[in-house]
T-cell receptor, first 116, second 112 residues
């Protein structure tokens, strides 16, 4: 069983640039969510995708956007980067079905973004 | 609004000593509660979870946690800490739909 993989693991950008982060979900999982973890803080929910549609969003501006593809992999795009966007970006996948408790989230190791 | 509080930013224990990490949550309905561990430069690994039923839940690596509704708490415990347990620990609550709300974390340091 392949786990959640993210790329790139590290990257450096400058203010105003755009970045795309990628995530391959665990086999059999149909839901992907993204979290931002600033240094010294807990992860914060950005948004979630289920069957290629965004079905939940946290308190992040529209310059944070995403995609989910038919194979359930996902991208996180951030436009007009700001210094405060420097963080570890975590992707998590899960299996959403009908009824019962929400599926367990499996996290990737993250993409560390530094904005200069 | 839902929230999670981890009142201890850092905790230092000696190897072999017992451990308790505190977590308090604010959530109107029956919460789904989790503890995750994060080693430096790593993602999050699930230690244990509570959905319903027995309020004492067992997890991996010898960890357990007890759900106390009256105290809105979900404290993590381990009877004997190993040096490899040094890491950041996050408590989280998940609502009935999707997102996890994390606490700010507790960094565990283990003295040899």
């Amino acid at each position: 069983e392949t786990g959640v993989t993210q790329s790139p693991t590290h990257l450096i950008k400058t203010r105003g640039q755009q970045v795309t982060l990628r995530c391959s979900s665990q086999s059999g999982h149909n839901t992907v969510s993204w979290y931002q973890q600033a240094l010294g803080q807990g992860p914060q929910f950005i948004f979630q995708y289920y069957r290629e549609e965004e079905n939940g969003r946290g308190n992040f501006p529209p310059r944070f956007s995403g995609l989910q593809f038919p194979n359930y992999s996902s991208e996180l795009n951030v436009n007009a980067l700001e210094l405060d966007d420097s963080a570890l970006y975590l992707c998590a996948s899960s299996s959403t079905g009908t009824g019962g408790p929400p599926g367990e989230l499996f996290f990737g190791e993250g993409s560390r973004l530094t904005v200069l | 609004a839902q929230s999670v509080t981890q009142p201890d930013i850092h905790i230092t224990v000696s190897e072999g000593a017992s451990l308790e990490l505190r977590c308090n949550y604010s959530y109107g309905a029956t919460p789904y509660l989790f503890w995750y561990v994060q080693s430096p430069g790593q993602g999050l690994q699930l230690l244990l979870k509570y959905f319903s039923g027995d309020t004492l839940v067992q997890g991996i690596k010898g960890f357990e946690a007890e759900f106390k509704r009256s105290q809105s708490s979900f404290n993590l415990r381990k009877p004997s800490v190993h040096w490899s347990d040094a890491a950041e620990y996050f408590c989280a609550v998940r609502d009935s739909s999707y997102k996890l709300i994390f606490g700010s974390g507790t960094r565990l340091l283990v003295r040899p």
